[in-house]
């Protein structure tokens, strides 16, 4: 009887609940998505293919290059942070 009174006492509350359970998917769905290397890896190799195809020069792919790289190790930080 008391949980069903818990129940009923706390049905008012079921929307909330349930915004905040989508909530907590969208943001897990979107650290999944940031967190993600496989966009950052294309990224690279259409750096490269675009440096051999003479479309950007040097200095544009060691700048470029850098922040990739440096985005992957966050990637890869985070992997390991999470123990993924």
Request: proline share 5%.
């Amino acid at each position: 009887m008391a949980g069903l009174l818990t129940h009923l006492a706390t049905l008012p509350l079921a929307p909330v609940r349930g915004v905040a359970w989508v909530m907590e998917r969208v943001v897990d769905a979107a650290e999944e998505e940031y967190y993600d290397p496989a966009p950052i890896e294309r990224e690279l190799a259409e750096l490269e293919r675009a440096l051999l195809a003479g479309e950007i020069d040097e200095e544009t792919f060691d700048r470029r290059e850098d922040e990739l790289l440096d985005r992957l190790e966050e990637i890869r930080a985070h992997v390991q942070g999470t123990g993924s």
